[in-house]
């Protein structure tokens, strides 16, 4: 499976970005998608996650009511949409796939594939 994250760049607080994540290589309506960031000098932590079908949903507290996850599988494309940035939302974001089961997990050891990021910079 490959899998790459678009859409990052330079906005400033308060605007919006949609990070794109199209995947290849594997049926993609069968695992479960996440995204991830990591900021500089920090730990790579978990955003959100979305159902196989994209009918369940989970978020961080640190953006939820702002992000909005989501995906097109007849696309082979999923999406985060980020509302209200914050300058600590200054990240680089990762999209990634579990194929072990359809539960959506936060912890970044239960997924199988990663994109490469794209970076997110919200100047204050």
């Known amino acids: 499976v490959q899998l790459q994250a678009s859409g990052g760049g330079l906005v400033q607080a308060g605007g919006s970005l949609r990070l794109s994540c199209a995947a290849s290589?594997?049926?993609?309506?069968?695992?479960?998608m996440g995204w991830f960031r990591q900021a500089p000098g920090k730990e790579r932590e978990f955003v959100s996650a979305i159902s196989w079908g994209g009918s369940r949903t989970y978020y961080s507290d640190s953006v939820k009511g702002r992000f909005t996850i989501s995906r097109d599988n007849a696309k082979n494309t999923g999406y985060l949409r980020m509302n209200g940035l914050k300058p600590e939302d200054t990240a680089v974001y990762y999209c990634?796939?579990?194929?072990?089961?359809?539960?959506?997990?936060?912890?970044?050891?239960?997924?199988?594939?990663w994109g490469q990021g794209t970076l997110v910079t919200v100047s204050s």
């Open positions: 990634a796939a579990n194929y072990h089961g359809n539960t959506l997990y936060s912890t970044a050891s239960e997924y199988d594939y």
């Open positions: 290589g594997r049926t993609f309506s069968n695992y479960v």
